[in-house]
């Protein structure tokens, strides 16, 4: 999976092309170097990585972002690791840049039949968990309020977008552009968000098309065409009532499509618009989303740190971590040693069970995967 670099040649950027040649570990460094026979030139294993030019031990700067993965805030990391919390952050940024990248490479075109979208307020539960003051968390809230926006597919659990920001229109239609973004041309998914109304508008802005209205009299001017959505757009709210933290109501609005369309969709994975449904895969997200949220009240001073954690948890968690609901079947079933049955089914990442990919990444391999420069005729 390596590709030549230097600018100059040919085969530069183009994966299985055949023009490299391992060429061992120069002075016997734990990199392997290549030799691409096309332009002659050489590169190490970690060219364009965030390994090159560290003398820092890889398995500890691995340590420290597989830290702050799961939810380790900068400072408490640093302490752990008896690193210097600067050194962390700097290496959590050039992660980021590279994790982006690798985000971006393989989350495309993504095929889904549902997506729920959610807002989580970050600080305020830091305050509930009593991690932070509330002095401190208005502090962060008068600087800039944290909202954490997530759209996961419940079936694969796949988590297409996070981000950061204000609960308004304008970061609503951010949002909705980003998912859209990694959707595979033509695919719709039937969309499911709690009860914020700007939803509707980024929704019918990014899944909208122009209708003319059929002429009403022979004679006059034609009707002016109209901005519609989608015929297979389904959208629904689905609004709970909490009481004391405890859910006491759940109802649900159809804004797009008809309620035997959206209860089609769901129909197909055994599920309804009901309390249970929507308690299942809130409790999905805001597991994995409470890690986040006790990161944001950490990081509240610059939400540079916070857009690179997250950056740094959606590659880790759709590629990185098994996800207990989702699984797939074996191709033959594995003994186990004991008397107990046959192994039918492993465990994956979402984004095997969406597949993106076809097996678990440690995050060692994330962070050392080249992404080449542009999109490969066959990728793995
Ligand atoms: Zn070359």
């Known amino acids: 999976m390596h590709f030549c670099p230097h600018t100059a040649c040919d085969y530069r950027g183009w994966l299985g092309m055949n023009n490299l040649r391992a060429n061992g570990h120069p002075n016997g460094g734990p990199w392997r170097q290549f030799y691409c026979t096309s332009c002659h030139g050489f ?38 690791f008896e690193v210097a919390p600067n050194t962390v952050l700097h290496w959590l940024v050039e992660a980021a840049e590279q994790l982006t990248a690798f985000t971006s490479y393989f989350l495309c075109e993504v095929h889904v039949q549902q997506l729920q979208l959610d807002e989580l307020y970050a600080v305020l539960s830091a305050v509930k968990d009593g991690e932070i003051s509330e002095e401190e968390a208005i502090l962060c809230l008068s600087r800039s ?20 920001g204000p ?13 859209v973004q990694v959707l595979a041309p033509g695919c719709v998914p039937l969309f499911l968000t709690d009860g914020f109304k700007e939803y509707m508008t980024a929704l019918l802005t990014h ?5 003319h209205p059929a002429r009403r009299q022979a004679k006059g001017p034609m009707p002016k065409p109209r901005w519609m959505p989608l015929p297979e757009l389904l959208y629904a709210q689905v609004i709970k009532t909490t009481r004391r933290r405890h859910l006491v109501r759940v109802s649900h609005r159809v804004v797009f499509g008809t309620l035997e369309a959206v209860q089609q969709v769901l129909a197909a994975c055994g599920w309804q618009i009901n309390t249970a449904f929507v308690e299942r895969l809130n409790l999905t997200i805001r597991q994995h989303v409470a890690a986040i949220g006790r990161r944001v009240s950490t990081l509240c001073k610059g939400e540079d740190g916070l857009r690179q954690q997250l950056a740094l948890y959606h590659s880790y968690y759709n590629f990185c971590v ?5 699984r797939q079947p074996l191709p033959q079933p594995v003994p186990t040693n004991g008397t107990g049955s046959a ?8 984004a095997m069970a969406a597949g993106l990919t076809d097996h678990v990444w440690s995050l060692k391999e994330v962070l050392l995967y080249r992404v080449p420069p542009w999109p490969q005729p066959q990728t793995v």
């Open 167 to 179: 609960r308004t229109r304008a970061m609503a239609q951010r949002f909705v552009h980003q998912v």
């Open 207 to 211: 899944l909208g098309h122009w209708v």
């Open 343 to 350: 192994k039918q089914w492993r465990p994956c990442t979402p």
């Open 145 to 164: 309020p944290h909202w954490v926006w997530t759209a996961i597919d419940p079936q694969s659990k796949l988590l297409l977008a996070i981000a950061v």
């Open 43 to 80: 590169f190490p294993e970690h060219h364009g990585t965030i390994f090159r030019g560290k003398q820092v031990a890889v398995e500890l700067i691995v340590r420290v972002l597989a830290c702050l993965a799961e939810g380790l805030g900068i400072r408490a990391t640093a302490r752990v």
């Open 322 to 326: 098994l996800h207990g609901s989702v």
